[in-house]
């Protein structure tokens, strides 16, 4: 009962807490001093900015139509008697309009830069949270989605974020203040027609959203489509070496072409009505700035507003078709960050492993350990993989696993490290349940070499310490035992080698044998070997046995493994079938039974 506590109680503290808006809000807050300079940046941006549309239709009415106004009498207090003609007012007012123009061209590239730097800070945060997530993360998950999935969340999503907090954000603040700005301009010029062009606006932006709603599913469509391509193309670059080997790369490219086409038809599709909606909205603007055009005609006519004023007004709804784009374009972009968010919160809501409390060290003051695995079961889905499955290593021993392919043996590997529960039983160590151990000292403990182990496109250093400070002595004692230390000398960089992504430039055995050292120089507890020695010829697995021995002398191990040559280290053997232990004992006795382990046998003989 207490176990099952134990274990309910890790579940639960698994808890995710999926991204709101507001968490986003609130991780921008963190840099409140940067977004208060981003906000008054924008501020005097506008201020420079708005002012220009205004300044060469004031000189219509005053040099052109030579009717008294506000502007002339001072710049006539401020020029020399020589300066005071029309080229040098319009030439002033150019000059204006440049500095002016510049001043808010400046202002604008520092908000955009503040606002920038607030994206990358919150982007980095949540790529940490999901990167620390990921450490959690059940290995079903990892299995069910693939890592082309998974890793699209932390490029194409997430730089969706980044798109909309920093650049998206940044503009339709800017183009806010300068529409704002600019109504009250046009208040000020005249209060009437400004109404009429302050409540059409609204009414665009409605339509807008309206077509907009219409482009959102595809773009929805078309993210789900380019995360199965990446996720196909990810899978087939890390198999690229064996699949043209086999010489079947052309089925697998011609595989993600057709991927590449379903993507490429759901982006026309998107693409097509979304610049269709951009432009029918566009269109009922410039339709909106015809309407403005023709009323500020007819006010001239039948009011005070001067034709001056008039082409100030004309400038004005021209000044305003950026700003208004800006702010129309916002909903497309709100569609696709929210999609980006929605599927970042799909990865916090993957499925976690069981976080058990460290209650107990079997692994203190103890060379090694015992191993028993305890009426284990488990299963993917409805089929079952192991059934029933009892087995006790003592301290030192070495006891090998033998099988046919797809009898449980590397699920076995998986329930001992705790990437899988079992659905029933348990695992123990020194007679201590795993429950009370927890998995990081566990793992910390033991150590497993796979037939295909994994290898990082970094230095021979890097992939034995994996981050560990070790000196170089230990190093090369690790590699003399996995029979890598002539090779490595060898090389012009020695330890520094740098061996390609998967270890590509050393071969198969040396692949292996590089992952033999680095079980070596971890010092474990118990050490599990699946299928470690499979791709070395006999002699040099014979040799590689020997120089092992002394190493596994007194540690307990479990051997997985088809050649008879590996099985025969062992202090006994289990044969794997249909999920179950069907025979154990030495080699000889299982020979003399003549049951399944003397036919794998006789068949290695022949």
Known sequence: MQQNNLQQSAESAGGHQPYRWRDIFLLALKHKPRLARANLLAILATVMAVPVPLLLPVLVDEVL????????????????????????????????????????????????????????????RMRSRLLGRLQRVAMS???????????????????TMDQFLGTTISRFLVASLTVIGTAVVLLWVHWQLALLILLFNPLVIFATILIGKQVKELKRRENSAYEEFQGDLTETLDA??????????????????????????????????????????????????????????????????????????????????????????????????????????????LKEEPRYPALEDPFRGHHTVSLTLRDIHFGYGDEQVLRGINLHLEPGEKVAVVGASGGGKSTLVQIILGMYTPQQGEV?????????????????????????????????????????????????????????????????????????????RLSGGQRQRLAIARMVLSDPSLVILDEATSALDAETEHQLHRDLEAFLERRTTLIIAHRLSAVKQADRACVFEDGRIIEEGRHEELIAREGIYAQLYGQRQT
């Open 65 to 124: 139509l030579e009717k008294e106004g506000p502007v002339l009498p001072v710049m006539d207090a401020i020029l020399p008697g020589a300066w005071q003609q029309p080229v040098v007012y319009i030439g002033l007012m150019v000059l204006a309009a440049l500095l002016l123009r510049s001043a808010a061209l400046f202002f604008n590239v520092l908000q955009s830069r503040e606002f920038s730097k607030v994206s990358k800070d919150v982007v980095f």
């Open 141 to 159: 998950e990892y299995e069910t989605r693939g890592s082309g999935a998974i890793s699209s969340h932390f490029i194409t999503d997430l730089d």
């Open 240 to 349: 690229i070496h064996q699949l043209r080997a086999a010489n079947r790369e052309k089925r697998y490219l011609r595989l993600l072409i057709d991927r590449a086409r379903v993507v490429r038809d759901h982006a026309i599709r998107f693409q097509w009505r979304s610049d269709a909606a951009t432009r029918a909205s566009f269109a009922l603007f410039q339709f909106g700035v015809d309407v403005f055009r023709a009323a500020a005609m007819i006010t001239v006519l039948l009011s005070d507003l001067s034709i001056g004023m008039m082409f100030a007004i004309f400038g004005y709804l021209w000044f305003m078709l950026t700003p208004v784009q800006e702010m129309l374009n916002m909903q497309y972009a709100w569609f696709a960050a929210n999609a980006a968010l929605g599927r970042i919160n799909r990865l916090l809501e």
């Open 428 to 504: 123990l160590i020194n007679d201590v349940p795993v429950q009370r151990i927890g998995l990081p000292r566990l793992r910390e403990h033991v150590a497993t070499v796979l037939q295909h182990p994994a290898l990082f496109n970094d230095t021979i250093r890097q992939n034995l310490t994996l981050g560990r400070d070790k000196p170089d002595s230990e190093l090369w004692e690790a590699l003399r035992i996995a029979q890598l230390d002539t090779m490595v000398a060898a090389m012009p960089d020695q330890l520094d080698t740098v061996i390609g992504r998967q270890g590509v």
